[in-house]
């Protein structure tokens, strides 16, 4: 009994890490393809309807059927609004203006902004800990906007600030999924209709736009990254759901550690990013933040399964 249980703890343990690691990579990803010709709108479509197609074939391939009630329906559409074609687009369209590192810590802070929301809303209840936690990333992330020299120029404030809708989204998402999630409905099946819901909702507006990104082949590079995440995008789906079944949603919560981390080593690899002392002090602040916020959680309440991918 003993070693099943360990066993199932170190699988817990690496499923998190690689997780972690793929969405962690998403931001560096993201930030390769803004900057190299794919439209933010074009590229939050395909990081629509790629995983929503490869989730839909294996829902499919094991017999699950995407509900289309009234109830699902509006939960599909809600949640792909508030979780993916919000945060995602807010996040796109930062990512050419800001570091990947920056970009993974500030999106990552979603478990700080649920728990004041979960209060609102009765889904948690007050600890003096997780609350100092929110007031520890508050603190962050003036230490990353208000200080002359944090960050490498002036000009990125604002993107930092427009960036946060892009946590606030996702937290949204995340209490209205907590409360609202139709019963007798899968993760697979529900996942699958909230990726289809934001990509019918982000299709009139990148057409009309004229931000559609076709692809060409054989393909290029920016359409190689693009392909290549979609293809990690559904590999991270799929770990969400192998993770929270055998670790369960509170486990799950850990990931965005993780995320930030892989999130600053990939910026410095690709792009050469280095923190300064005071973007150093605010990534300290905001992970001993998510640890606070995240160890004593209590509720279903989980970061939003589409929580970037990039």
Known sequence: ??????????????LLIFLGFIWGTGYSIARFAMTHGVPPLGYSFWQSLGPAMVISLISCTQIKSI?????????????????????????YFAAPHLPASIL?????????????????????????????????????????????????????IPWVLSTLITPISFAVCSIYMARYRPTESDVFSLTAGMLIASSILLSPLVFSTGNFYPFHFP?????????????????????????????????????????????IFWGHIIFSEHLNEWTRLAVGLILFALLLVTRQQRSNITPQLATPTG
């Open 1 to 14: 009994m003993l070693i099943l249980q360990q066993s199932k703890t170190l699988a817990s343990l690496l």
């Open 67 to 91: 509900k289309l009630t009234t109830s699902h329906l509006r939960y599909y559409f809600i949640c792909g609004l508030t979780g993916i074609v919000i945060p995602n687009t807010s996040m």
């Open 104 to 156: 993974a810590m500030v999106v990552n802070t979603v478990p700080v902004i649920a728990y004041p929301l979960a209060l609102l809303t009765g889904l948690e209840s007050f600890n003096w800990q997780r609350m100092a936690g929110v007031g520890l990333a508050f603190c962050g992330l003036m230490f990353l906007v208000l200080p002359k020299f944090s960050l490498p120029s002036h000009d990125m």
């Open 219 to 263: 393909l290029n590079m920016p359409e190689g990254v693009v392909v290549l995440e979609i293809l990690l995008s559904s590999i991270g789906y799929l770990l969400v759901f192998q993770l929270i079944k055998i670790a369960g949603p509170v486990y799950y919560s850990l990931v965005d550690s993780i995320v930030v981390l892989t999130g």
